[in-house]
């Protein structure tokens, strides 16, 4: 052990003086240094007066103190009165002697001095001061387990950390190092002390992990206290090393998923069931606290569930405090479920599929609501199946026996497949407005068709006696036919009143574009009435569309989906030995079409339409008979100059126009709409049709 710095200073200015002790009288008699000795001799023979005259304790501590100086004065006057060094080097010999007084002095010396420790010399501790710290009893034979004591042994080893002692142990079965420790504070009555993980895992000898040392509050309980004064400690290395090496389903879910960064906060695995004919595995999950709404993170969900969120393959759902993750083995989104007769006839409810979500429910749509007849509406980019999609509305239409009409503003090949299974099929703005024309007029036809019991009612199909057949009016690529210079004001007019009113009379619209942006030409009428009365589908939007095409459909900005991803098609491996060969990358499948979202309820649902092959005989999937209107309506239709060939030009005056002119304008009013004919060009009111027709014009422009 290393004596202090204060004691090696001391011990060092010994040996310097001890020769200067031993010459000084003998090379200069009258020097200084002669002097300074004697003085410093007679302050310590003082000093060693005082000590002796004084009535405090430690009177012979003192006097050790002042001895130094006083033999130093001694040996200097002893080496004045011997001639030269004296006889066989007296002068030398005292002054070594003084030094190897002073070495051995010192340690008893610096006992005197206040706030330090005493050293060789030095008193024993008094027992009182020892048993000034608590010493940590043991706990008295209380009959515990052998496990028991052999853990107290190895707490009482470790100083029993946080001033506490082992109350009872118990292992855990099948763990032969796990074990849980009841703790209790050494002094009864007070809260255990500081205890840290590390002071627990050093007394048994263990790795301070995550996850292998857990500290629990201690729980009153009959015949046992409870509070800050007890402690339960679970070690479980051998529990944590199972875990990290190969964990249970819940582990996993609770390491990954679960945590507060993970992909569902909060959430608790529940359990996993297999379809293995579908090829789908599905996860039940739920949150800890029922209250707390799931917020997920599709991307590190499908991570966690050792997936590529580009691959389509997981989805979840949410009901509530309740959780559905589905892992597909192949992404639904990319496969191909054909339309058949079956799912596309519509149920006793009016209910048909029309494709299946990506948890294996079928999606379904609807011929009619509570309300009466459905609207549609059908939005897609190009090439997104925007025309499959509406194939499948009007076979349904078909198997339900209404009558359809179909107008698309640009000929392809699906819609004129599609229209010979039709009661009316055209193409173009114009036939578009004449459509739209008659689908106004027949709603006040039906109006007043008398049913079997001799009243006019609302359409209803649970009602008997209807003198007509519902009817759906589909109206393809509308928003490029409403932004018709000539035509456009006059469709969207009547689309809108057909919107509002139609339901009662058996009579709905179906309206397919590229967009339901008020923005883009929907009216915000015409949106909110087809959205209220019909099941949306949107498929293959663009992400930066999301928010505004979803808030455009009465979606909350919380409930708007994370867009699908670009391919449904599994990366293809071996990129990096393509790389160093050179070789290009194979094409993306980047055929999605047929794939969006239905928005039956307030939560958009991801959806798969079904697949109605056009290169193949689709007439089985239509009803045998093409129906159409009644004898009375079409008399009546006439009757209004409505029903016609409507694929032939303008007539003279159909559109509002002078007979002269070869250019038709639209007119306005219930049948029209948009720009008036000039003031200067109008004709003098000569006629009562003349009379209605101004009256119109002014009242809706």
Known sequence: MSSPRPVVLE??????????????????????????VVLAGAAGAVGSYVAVKSDEPGTGRRLLRWSPLT????????????????????????????????????????????????????????????????VPQPVADDGASTFTRQVRQLWERAGNPGRTIVVKAIPHDGMPHDLSVLLRATEEGRPIGTLTTQAVAAAFGITDAPGTIHFAPVEQQPGREGGPG??????????????????????????????DRGAIPGSVYVDTVRDDQRGVTFVLARMDDPHREPRINPAALAAAMGAAYDD?????????????????????????????????????????????????????????????????????????GKTQLMGLFVAADSLFG??????????????????????????????????????????????????????????????????????????????????????????????????????????????????????????????????????????????????????????APEDVPAPLPRSFSPAETGRIERIM??????????????????????????????????????????????????????????ARDLWFDWTEPPRPGEFGDDEGEDSPRPRSGGNGGGRRTPAARREPVVTARQALDTIKQLTNN
């Open 312 to 384: 389509g393959r997981v989805f979840a759902t949410v009901d509530g405090s309740d959780i559905l993750v589905a892992v597909w083995d192949g992404s639904p989104l990319a496969a191909v479920y054909p339309a058949t007769r079956d799912l596309l006839t519509p149920d006793a409810e009016g209910r048909w599929v029309c494709g299946y979500l990506t948890n294996g429910q079928p999606g379904r749509q609807r011929v009619y609501t509570d309300r009466g007849a459905a609207h549609g509406l059908i939005t897609a980019p190009s090439g997104g």
């Open 11 to 36: 011990r060092l200015a010994y040996t310097l003086a001890a020769p200067v002790l031993a010459a000084a009288p003998n090379l200069a008699p009258d020097a200084a240094v002669n002097t300074v």
């Open 581 to 638: 060969a050179g070789q290009p990358e194979p094409p993306a499948n980047g055929n999605t079409g047929g794939a969006g979202w239905i928005i039956e309820g307030k939560h958009p649902e991801v959806l798969r339409t079904l697949f109605m092959d056009f290169g193949a005989p689709i007439d089985h999937l239509f009803a045998d008979t093409v129906h159409g209107l009644t004898d009375h309506e079409i008399r009546e239709l006439k």
């Open 402 to 555: 209404k009558v359809v009409w179909l107008a698309t503003e640009a000929p392809d090949e699906k819609t004129t497949a599609l229209g010979r299974h039709c009661d009316r099929y055209g193409v173009g703005a114009l036939y578009m407005v004449r459509m739209s024309r008659a689908l106004v007029a027949l709603m006040e036809i039906r109006g007043e068709m008398v049913w079997d019991d001799g009243e006019c009612h609302d359409w209803d199909p649970a009602r008997p006696g209807c003198p007509y057949r519902p009817l759906s009016a589909y109206l393809d690529e509308f928003l490029s036919a409403a932004r018709d210079e000539t035509y456009g004001a006059e469709l969207m007019t009547n689309t809108e009143t057909v919107s509002v009113k139609g339901r009662k009379y058996g009579v709905g619209e179906a309206v397919a574009g590229q967009s339901v942006y008020v923005q883009d030409g929907f009216t915000q009428l015409l949106c909110e009435n087809l959205r209220e009365n019909c099941i949306p589908i949107v498929l293959k939007v663009a992400p930066k569309k999301m928010l505004d095409m979803f808030k455009s459909l009465g979606v």
């Open 71 to 134: 033999i130093a004065a001694a040996v200097d006057v002893a080496a004045h009165h011997t001639t030269g060094w004296g006889p066989f080097g007296l002068d030398a010999w005292l002054a070594a002697g003084w030094l190897a007084a002073g070495w051995t002095v010192l340690p008893f010396s610096r006992l005197t001095r206040r706030r330090h420790r005493p050293a060789l010399a030095a008193p024993l501790p008094q027992p009182v001061e020892a048993a000034a710290a608590p």
């Open 230 to 259: 007890w402690l339960e400690v679970h070690l479980t290395p051998d529990a944590a090393l199972r875990r990290r090496t190969a964990p249970t389903p819940a582990q996993k879910w609770a390491d990954s998923i679960g945590q």
